[in-house]
């Protein structure tokens, strides 16, 4: 029998190549910056032209069009005034350049992320971290891969033994500021091996989908950041779970992510909370 996910996946993943090779391609000129809600707030040029979704979903010959056509949800359409909800129906959450800033700055964690939902669960995911040329895929029961190999998670299960990831950055709101900092500082001194920010949150996950790192936490990013990460992480066999302990929630803009429940677990007691609204209500 024909499988149209498969079909819809194996389409995506020679697009999303493409939109790499495009990403990678910029890199060797010029990058216009353009400011969006503050200074470290930044958009390019690239972004809308690399492989927002209908340049990912719209090139060649596309099987199964009408579940092609839509609906998506994404940086691009967001902005452009869609609302971010997530219905039953067949739904593409894309990132086009997770990284931005990365991006701007030619850090080589730069990636195209791409979720697909089918009744608000994530069938398949493809992160490809374009500037290394890793392409990581998942589909709901079939495993993890990265460039076509298996991976999973390390399997640690005690923080003091882990590398942990998360991002920091300038936040306008002086508590959520002296949290995130303080969180951190609550992480290194359980003690942890230490702490990294690689800039993408689709690499951080796929970090600890493929045993590099042993966890990650945010707060404040998109569905559009984790849709295609969440998948890869729960096929290589990872936890993934809200801040508070409590079920992941695609739309809660928040999330850990582990190689174990133990240290998912400690994270979620360890780290406090700010508010950071939620995608399908807040915008």
Known sequence: MSDPWQECMDHCLEVTKKAGKMIREALQNDIAVMQKSSPVDLVTETEPESGAAHYILHQGEVPHSQ???GPFIGEESVAAGAPSVLTDNPTWII???????NFVHRFPFVSVSIGFTVKKEIEFGIVYSCIEDKMYTARKGKGAF??????KVSGQEDISQSLVLTEMGFKEDPAHFKTMLANIKTILTIPVHGVRSPGSAAVNMCLVACGSADAYYHMGIHCWDMAGGAAIVTEAGGVIMDISGGP????????????????AERIAKEITEFHVG????DG
């Open 95 to 101: 990132d086009p350049i997770d990284g931005t800033t």
């Open 248 to 263: 992941f929630d695609l739309m809660s803009r928040r999330l850990i992510v582990a190689s174990s429940g133990a240290i």
């Open 146 to 151: 990265c460039n076509g190999v298996p991976i």
């Open 278 to 281: 939620r995608d399908d209500t």
């Open 67 to 69: 579940i092609l056509a």
